[in-house]
């Protein structure tokens, strides 16, 4: 039992002083690599936000025509019952 409770003692101490050791070396390691992260998110972010702006133009411009077309038709069936009436 005592055996037991004295590794565990080693064991914890080993530990404490590698992660002392480790961190510095994980953090220069990860800190590139969380930043590569964050700004390929935001690039994703800034696509994502183009293509939204992209389809609205486009379903804009599919409305814009479509308003014409229906105004256009009016107008050529308003200018069709004039001429008839003025025969």
């Known amino acids: 039992m005592v055996q037991n409770s004295f590794e ?17 070396i994980a953090k220069t390691t990860f800190r590139p690599l969380a930043e590569a992260g964050m700004q390929g998110g935001a690039n994703l972010i800034n696509r994502g936000k183009s293509y939204i702006q992209l389809a ?4 804009e411009d599919i409305i814009a025509e479509a308003q014409f077309e229906r105004m256009k038709k009016q107008l050529d069936q308003e200018i069709s019952l004039l001429d008839d009436t003025q025969k």
Do not use: D, N, Y
């Not at 565990?8 to 510095?24: E, K, N």
């Not at 609205?56 to 379903?59: A, F, L």
């Open 8 to 24: 565990r003692m080693v064991i914890g101490t080993a530990l404490a002083f590698a992660a002392s050791a480790l961190l510095p």
């Open 56 to 59: 609205r133009q486009e379903v």
